[in-house]
């Protein structure tokens, strides 16, 4: 059984059935030997980007997103503190905290990321798109 981490961006887009979403992404998400893990990172990444209204298009996502989870089949992935601590202890320029938690959640459980951003791939986790 396989087990994936979710992009913020890939889940939003499968919950959408978004066309950006790859046919690899999408024929992984699908399987139904895959165990599919969602951070606690990206439930705080939406609440946060629909606050500051960069998420329009995600309607009822941001006060829903436990139940779509649920529905989806999706496994929800805590941030625990050694995840914390690979999260904060990651080299490079790159700021973006939410970023660095999937990245340093892959590093910790060994599951690859589901995402277009070349980041993942720059920090040298493993990525499926």
Same mark, same amino acid.
């Given at each position: 059984?396989?087990?994936? @981490?979710?992009?913020? *961006?890939?889940?939003?887009?499968?919950? =959408?059935?978004?066309? /950006?979403?790859?046919?690899?992404?999408?024929?992984?998400?699908?399987?139904? $030997?895959?165990? @599919?893990?969602?951070?606690?990172?990206?439930?705080? %990444?939406?609440?946060? $980007?629909? /606050?500051?209204? $960069?998420?329009? %298009?995600? &309607?009822?996502?941001?006060? #829903?997103?436990?139940?779509?989870?649920?529905?989806? /089949? =999706?496994? !929800?992935?805590? +941030?625990? @503190? !050694? *995840?914390?601590? #690979?999260?904060?202890?990651?080299? &490079?320029? *790159?700021?973006?905290?939410?970023?660095?938690?999937? @990245?340093?959640?892959?590093?910790?459980?060994?599951?690859?990321? +589901?995402?277009?951003?070349?980041?993942? #791939? %720059?920090?040298?986790? #493993?990525?499926?798109?």
């Amino acid at each position: 059984m396989s087990n994936l @981490i979710l992009d913020t *961006h890939t889940l939003l887009w499968w919950l =959408f059935d978004d066309p /950006r979403l790859s046919t690899a992404a999408r024929a992984s998400i699908a399987n139904p $030997k895959a165990r @599919i893990w969602v951070s606690a990172a990206s439930a705080w %990444e939406v609440a946060t $980007k629909a /606050r500051l209204g $960069k998420l329009p %298009e995600a &309607g009822d996502v941001p006060t #829903k997103l436990p139940q779509y989870i649920r529905q989806a /089949r =999706f496994l !929800e992935l805590p +941030v625990t @503190i !050694e *995840h914390s601590l #690979k999260a904060g202890a990651l080299p &490079g320029p *790159h700021r973006d905290p939410f970023d660095r938690m999937l @990245i340093a959640q892959s590093f910790v459980t060994d599951y690859p990321v +589901v995402t277009t951003d070349q980041v993942f #791939k %720059e920090y040298g986790a #493993k990525v499926i798109w």
